[in-house]
């Protein structure tokens, strides 16, 4: 039995994943989340075979959680079930340690098969984006996102939420000074030069949906 867990801020879409895996003999939805930090609590708890985990969320975002099961040696393997299709984002969710890729137009069977590919141990991508990844391969592009370390990225996702660097240092376990080396590497990197900057760049390459109106310098 493959046990899932569903991590989305819509009800509508956990409700329409979980009607669609019930039907499946071999597959148990054990929990749903609303939340990121709802969705690690239960991965935790329940240490499901596979997660499918929507990118944007209030507070802690899809590509965090990835991060953080990834780091904990969690056994549970993450699905990232997104509207967001562009090639440059995939990339990066992937290198963050996510084994599959879906996005949100994905029809029934598609899902159902991803879940099992994955929990099988091997990466899925859905065709659409694998095609684009072999585009973007084959003329260079990139995204300027693909130059961060995973705790860069971490710390870019929290400052453009508007987070002071003590409040990040405290979630990372990391210290203030620590926070603002990564800040200032990570904006070099970026070539930007405020936080308002950096959350225009992420809006653009679709880590974000739109800019926080309390992002700081």
């Not at 009800?11 to 003999?25: A, K």
């Amino acid at each position: 039995m493959i046990n899932v867990v569903l991590v989305d801020d819509h009800e509508l879409v956990r409700t329409g994943f979980r009607m669609i895996l019930q039907q499946q003999s071999d597959i148990h939805v054990a929990g749903e989340a609303g939340t990121a930090e709802e969705g690690l609590r239960l991965i935790r708890t329940l240490t499901p075979d596979i997660a499918l985990v929507d990118v944007h969320m209030p507070g802690m975002s899809g590509i965090e959680l990835t991060e953080r099961v990834c780091r904990s040696k969690l056994s549970t393997h993450i699905v990232i079930v997104t509207v967001v299709d562009d090639a440059r984002f995939p990339k990066r969710l992937l290198d963050a340690g996510a084994l599959g890729y879906l996005t949100k137009g994905c029809s029934a069977d598609e899902l159902v098969s991803a879940v099992r590919q994955v929990a099988g141990g091997r990466r899925y991508l859905a065709p659409a984006v694998a095609q684009q990844l072999a585009l973007a391969t084959l003329d260079g592009s990139a995204s300027p996102f693909d130059t961060l370390s995973s705790r860069e990225l971490e710390v870019a996702m929290m400052l453009v939420r508007g987070k002071p660097l003590t409040m990040i240092g405290e979630q990372l376990n990391l210290s203030p000074k620590t926070v603002s080396t990564y800040k200032q590497r990570l904006m070099e990197k970026l070539h930007v030069d405020h936080v308002l900057s950096l959350a225009h760049l992420m809006t653009v390459h679709g880590l974000i949906d739109t800019p926080n109106h309390h992002v700081g310098n």
